[in-house]
């Protein structure tokens, strides 16, 4: 088993540019979301899906639009890059909401947006 | 202001010391998790604590959660330089459960 996969790795983005990124998990996990993760401040949350069909705002929804394309396929879109939005974007899944349910994290998409 | 807030930001010790991190809030929660998160990676789970009170151990790692369910701490014993990374704490907010909330974490280096 994979887990969860990103890609692209790296990137890097002129201001105004778009670009979609991509995550895959194939532990067959209801629940899918989107990090982003700036210095001290932890990871703070974009968008999830709670289940296939379904998707939600997080704490910092603006400037990003999600897609839930089937059970096992979440993409994160910047119609038009910032600079604010240079960081690194973490990928998630679980199976559920329960106090048992693990998040497990992709490796990371390094973003940069000049 | 963050719901969880930890402490400290930074710690840097020799390896063999003990050290303890904390994560605090105003806020009751149902459940609280760490995670350790290494350079260029995501983070991994290491433990779920559910009940007030609750303690946990892990090898070195103590995870302990306060009575009123406000606040954790995590105790590590003897330190050794594998144990260097981010440490966060996360817990679930919203109806449902559905979001998971972060703490900045706390960077630890262990020196050898």
């Known amino acids: 088993n994979a887990g969860v996969t990103q890609t692209p790795k790296f990137q890097v983005l002129k201001t105004g540019q778009s670009m979609t990124l991509q995550c895959a998990q194939d532990?067959?996990?209801?629940?899918m979301y989107w990090y982003r993760q700036d210095p001290g401040m932890g990871l703070r949350l974009i968008y999830y899906?709670?289940?296939?069909?379904?998707?939600d705002k997080g704490e910092v929804p603006n400037g990003y639009n999600v897609s839930r394309l089937n059970k096992r396929e979440f993409s994160l879109r910047l119609e038009s890059a910032a600079p604010s939005q240079t960081s690194v974007y973490f990928c998630?899944?679980?199976?559920?909401?329960?106090?048992?349910?693990?998040?497990?994290f992709g490796p990371g998409t390094r973003l940069t947006v000049l | 202001t963050q719901l969880l807030e930890q402490s400290p930001q930074f710690l840097s010790i020799q390896e063999g010391e003990n050290l303890t991190v904390y994560c605090n809030s105003s806020?009751?929660?149902?459940?609280l998790q760490w995670y350790r998160q290494e350079p260029g990676e995501g983070p991994v789970l290491l433990v779920t604590?559910?009940?007030?009170?609750e303690v946990k151990k892990l090898k070195r790692l103590t995870f302990q959660f306060g009575d009123a369910r406000k606040d954790s701490s995590l105790h590590i014993t003897a330190a050794q330089p594998g144990d260097t990374g981010l440490y966060l704490c996360?817990?679930?907010?919203?109806?449902?459960?559905?979001?998971?909330?972060f703490g900045a974490g706390t960077i630890l280096r262990v020196k050898s």
């Open positions: 998630a899944s679980t199976r559920g909401a329960g106090a048992g349910d693990t998040q497990y």
């Open positions: 532990m067959n996990h209801n629940s």
């Open positions: 604590v559910v009940t007030g009170g």
């Open positions: 899906s709670a289940s296939e069909g379904t998707t």
């Open positions: 806020s009751v929660f149902s459940s």
């Open positions: 996360a817990s679930r907010i919203g109806a449902g459960g559905n979001k998971l909330v």
